[in-house]
Structure formats: C-alpha cells, structure tokens
C-alpha cells in the first residue's frame, strides 16, 4: 500500500486478556520494527524483522511479547496476560533496509489496559 | 549504547518567530532523521540527513557527522508547526535510537 497500515487503531483490553495488532508495512520495504510510546515518554525499541533472517527481539520488555511476520509483508505483536504498564502507543515503521533509507511509521495503535 | 539527547525540552513560541532544535548524539552514525509527532500522535518523516544539509519549506537541516550532531530550524513558525520534533539516528546495522524529543508550542 501507499503507506504503513496498523489495526486497530485503539484497543482497550481488561487486564490478563490476550491481545493481537497487525502491521501492514509499504510494499517491497524488507525490513519493519516494532516501537513502543508510553505517555508522554519517546519512542522505545522492542523487535525489528530484517528479510528473512532472524528478528532482533532485544528491545522485547519481557516474554509476554512476541511477534511474528510472515516473509516481507505482514507483521503481528502479540502481548499475553496483558498488565497495566502495558498501556502505550505501538508504532510499527518499515524501511528499504535495516542500513540504509528512512523510516515511515504508521499511525499506531493506542492500547489502554483496564 | 549511542546516546541521543535533544535540546531544547521544552519551547514556546510566538507565530512568525524562528527556532533552532538541536540534537547531539555520542557516536558516529550512517543514518540520522528528524520527526515531527502532530498532537493527534502521528509521526511524520520530515528529514533523512546523516549528513549535510537539506531544506523543505519553512524547515530545514543540517548535520555535521563529524562533530556528532544535527540542527532542525523552524522559520516563521505557525501554530500548526506544534508538537513534538525527534531526532533519530542508527549507529551501523541496528534500528533507529530516538532522542526524548524537542515539545513546541507555536501561540498565535
């Protein structure tokens, strides 16, 4: 597509519930990364997919974070027995390469957990 | 790992006046972007520069790779310029590490 796609936009979940958010990177960008934005707070790194070699998970939070994509197209975080410091913006941005070119992020999605 | 720290925290500004954002970052890089987040959250690309200089509009950017930092102006500024300006950058083969973040405030 045109440009980084997210769903859902918002989502609020009761704590311990299983949550899934979906990217839809721009067409033919190999690699997509994950980022989390607390409140106020910048932008904090969680896992990025590089072609088909293996992500780099090093910025998940903990093992309830997972995520997955499928070749070069769509990716999915799932977070498992959500918490409440879970509540964030998740951005998801796909670039040409890891090396090289800019970033476009989408537009989020805002994840309140009651 | 690469430090990134903007400054200023904070800005408020009259419509019509000029600023100047600064981002210092504490290790060479092939990779530096500046971001404007609109209040509403979105991230907007307005610079890949790791080098050099570049204008868009009423924005411009300069980086001096050498001297590890990077200047965004702001001229003329309207209140639709508020939000929050990041400055990114990639120290080899790993994924953008953003500053804190430059908040302005543009009052008509």
């Known amino acids: 597509g045109a440009g980084v796609s997210q769903s859902p936009s918002n989502k609020v979940t009761e704590k311990g519930k299983d949550v899934e958010l979906r990217c839809d990177p721009i067409?033919?960008?190999?690699?997509l990364y994950w980022y989390r934005q607390r409140l106020g707070q910048g932008l904090e790194f969680l896992i990025y997919f590089q072609g088909n070699s293996a992500p780099d998970k090093s910025g998940l939070p903990s093992d309830r974070f997972s995520a997955e994509r499928t070749g070069e197209s769509v990716s999915t975080l799932t977070i498992q027995r959500t918490q409440q410091e879970d509540s964030a913006v998740y951005l998801c941005?796909?670039?040409?390469?890891?090396?090289?070119?800019?970033?476009?992020f989408g537009s989020g999605t805002r994840l309140t957990v009651v | 790992g690469i430090q990134v720290e903007q400054s200023p925290p904070d800005l408020i500004l009259q419509e019509g006046a000029n600023s100047t954002l600064r981002c210092n970052f504490s290790d060479s890089v092939n990779n530096l972007q500046w971001f404007h987040q609109n209040p509403w959250g979105q991230l907007i690309n307005l610079f890949y520069?790791?080098?050099g200089t570049k204008q868009n509009g009423r924005l411009s950017a300069t980086t001096v790779a050498t001297e590890r930092y990077s200047l965004l102006y702001i001229s003329s500024s309207q209140t639709t310029d508020s939000g929050v300006y990041f400055c990114?950058?990639?120290?080899?083969?790993?994924?953008?590490?953003f500053g804190k973040g430059t908040r302005l405030s543009v009052i008509a």
């Open positions: 990114a950058v990639r120290p080899g083969n790993t994924p953008l590490v």
């Open positions: 941005a796909s670039s040409l390469a890891v090396a090289g070119g800019g970033y476009t």
């Open positions: 067409s033919g960008h190999t690699a």
């Open positions: 520069i790791p080098s």
